[in-house]
């Protein structure tokens, strides 16, 4: 074979390692995964209605009308209903996904910084430090995340931001978990030591080389958080201890809905379903994530 020809074959080569790597990065991945396909599609769609509610919405979600109380589906031009004070379902839905999105995402960055931060202290320092950090992690982790959401809530009030602080703080133990392990792991590949010996900082090591070399489960645990936190916003506001009447969110829904159940059974069933596809969209999307991200997961 002449040079000409080998040139051709080396060219061939390169566009065909190429090819594979473009085929093989994460979001062609997460392409090829229709389940994670679908949960995207599903927590995109979510995240428009939450920040579009004012437009969506058809009517004001506080709106009451007494006298087109308890009507079913379709009537009088409510497409969902009303519930017991006249006021249009379908606007409160609405509205109410803009306050489950908030408090979800909210409690989630809130828990996962200070998470973060906490786990890679004690990952990175060990000893004392490290025993201090976990075993305070331990001892919130006693609690189930409901009963440690509700216990902060009694103490700091309803509200919405009381709600994201309380979720946020519940939130802290498991991405502090998650993220020491990984730090274990990584502050002990042969780069790191290279680095250290070279003269970088402590603070130059954490941020610029371990941090972003265990960010892949991070992302999958926030990503499954919010799944988590928009069930627990649902359960503190059913519990009255969450969001405060007349606004709008899917918990209050539920709760008003409970009492009408043999009556006016649209009013829990519609939340409740808001609830159930919004918290199966963002599992899908974590469990294909972790599939893309997670080498022990690749089929």
Not at 85 to 102: E, H, T
Not at 228 to 240: C, M, P, Q, R, T
Request: hydrophobic fraction near 50%; proline fraction near 4%.
């Amino acid at each position: 074979m002449d040079s000409k020809g080998i040139t051709v074959d080396i060219v061939t080569q390169q566009e065909m390692i190429l090819k594979e790597r473009k085929s093989n990065n994460a979001w062609n991945k997460l392409k090829r995964n229709k389940t994670a396909m679908i949960g995207l599609v599903i927590v995109i769609v979510m995240v428009m209605i939450a920040i579009f509610s004012p437009f969506l919405a058809p009517q004001d979600p506080n709106l009451m009308d007494l006298g087109n109380s308890y009507l079913k589906p379709g009537q009088n031009g409510h497409i969902l209903g009303t519930d017991e004070f006249g006021r249009d379902l379908l606007s409160r839905i609405i509205y109410g996904a803009r306050i489950s999105i908030i408090v979800a995402v909210g409690g989630m960055l809130f828990g996962g910084i200070i998470g973060i931060l906490l786990g890679l202290v004690a990952g990175f320092k060990g000893g004392i430090v490290d025993t201090i950090i976990m075993r305070l992690m331990d001892g919130m982790f006693a609690f189930p995340f409901v009963l440690l959401a509700i216990v902060l809530m009694t103490v700091l009030g309803d509200g919405l931001q009381n709600v994201i602080l309380a979720i946020g703080i519940a939130n802290i133990p498991g991405f502090a978990r998650i993220v020491r392990g990984q730090v274990h792991i990584v502050k002990n590949e042969e780069y790191c030591q290279a680095i250290r010996a070279l003269g970088a900082s402590d603070i130059r090591l954490l941020f610029a080389h371990i941090l972003p070399n265990s960010i892949s489960p991070i992302i999958v645990y926030a990503t499954l958080n919010v799944a988590g936190a928009i069930i627990s916003e649902a359960a503190l506001s059913f519990l009255g201890l969450g969001i405060r009447p007349p606004t709008a969110s899917w918990g209050t829904i539920l709760r008003s809905g409970k009492d009408y159940l043999n009556t006016a059974s649209h009013i829990a069933t519609y939340s409740g379903l808001a609830i159930l596809v919004t918290v199966l969209g963002f599992n899908l999307l974590g469990d294909g994530i972790r599939d893309v991200l997670d080498p022990k997961m690749k089929r």
